[in-house]
């Protein structure tokens, strides 16, 4: 039986990313508002009410407000805003997080979807502080940079209209909204430093975790915290370990895809190593995520619709 999707908020970046990867399939279909009703809060409260699933592509606020206007016991959200994801209720919908999230993920009610810097960081860390190589109170850092879509459509015309497009650090007050969910979900006492910036290209994400792997305890091996991420992702079809033997990673890796790669690179004479991810911020961190929430939540193949 078709379930049906109402994208509240599908005009923006996030939400025609959706639209796109739920175009032409039987098993979900979109309910949609015609343009001058998109805005008329009876209307999006209808439309709410009736659809199976509900993905919130909106403000913060706007996304809570949404949530208010459900008005019955049926009606499953995947809110892709920063709203909820460290709220209580809500289920948070990274499926590869834990070995027990896809399943926590197919019978909730309320999903929040991950924001992108934290799937990638996330990806890196949850396996290794789970497995005790990193403790808890780790003072963990992440440099990442993203395209510039990640900033949504204001980002977008900004830098397009831009005559200097140069890179971007940002989040320089280590109050960026991302570090919550980071620390969270992750397991870490702490909020890690997290260092983000925007570059010149529009999508495509690289999320890095530098470790000093002779100050951990036990000092592991750059092999050894390798097989701990190729044993926690061997059974996914969207994360891949990768060899870390490597002169380079491209920031575009995965753009254009549902993919997200990981590497260990690091040098066993100095115990350094370097974790890094690569993912689309619009795929993986965003619309890709969400797709694949909503396959999960509706009992479908976890990756139907996705590009990987």
């Known amino acids: 039986m078709t379930k049906t999707v109402f994208i509240d908020g599908g005009a923006g970046t996030t939400g025609l990313e959706i639209a796109d990867r739920l175009a032409g399939r039987a098993d979900l279909s979109i309910l949609t508002l015609p343009d001058d ?42 809110d892709a805003s920063t709203a909820h994801r460290t709220a209580d209720g809500w289920t948070y919908g990274f499926a590869e ?12 009610r309320f999903v929040s979807n991950p924001g992108c810097y934290p799937t990638g960081f996330l990806a890196l860390v949850r396996p290794l502080v789970r497995a005790g190589m990193i403790p808890a109170d ?6 990442a940079a993203s395209g510039y879509s990640g900033g949504g459509k204001a980002m977008i015309a900004e830098y397009e209209s831009a005559t200097e497009r140069a890179f ?5 007050s280590l109050a960026h909204k991302h570090s919550p969910e980071m620390q969270r979900h992750s397991g870490l006492s702490h909020a890690p430093i ?26 592991p091996s750059v092999d050894a915290v390798a097989d701990i991420l190729a044993q926690a992702y061997a059974d996914s079809r969207v994360v891949t370990v990768a060899p870390g033997e490597i002169a380079a990673v491209n920031i575009e890796e995965n753009a254009g895809s549902d993919r997200m790669t990981l590497r260990v690179c690091g040098n066993a004479a100095t115990g350094q190593a370097r974790l890094i991810a690569t993912l689309d ?28």
């Open 194 to 219: 997290f260092a983000p910036a925007v570059v010149d290209t529009y999508r495509g994400m690289v999320v890095e975790v530098p470790l000093p792997l002779y100050a951990l305890p036990g000092r």
């Open 281 to 308: 911020n619009l795929g993986k961190g965003a619309g890709g995520a969400a797709v694949q929430n909503l396959n999960i939540m509706a009992g479908l193949d976890p990756t139907a619709g996705l590009v990987l």
């Open 138 to 143: 780790w003072p963990v850092s992440v440099n």
């Open 97 to 108: 997080l834990d070995p027990e999230q896809q399943d926590r993920i197919a019978v909730a």
């Open 168 to 172: 971007r650090p940002y989040g320089l």
């Open 37 to 78: 009703r998109r805005k008329d809060a009876r209307a999006r409260a209808e439309a709410i009410n009736d659809a199976d699933f509900v993905t919130l592509c909106l403000p913060d606020d706007a996304a809570r407000e949404a949530v208010s206007l459900i008005a019955n016991d049926r009606t499953r959200v995947v």
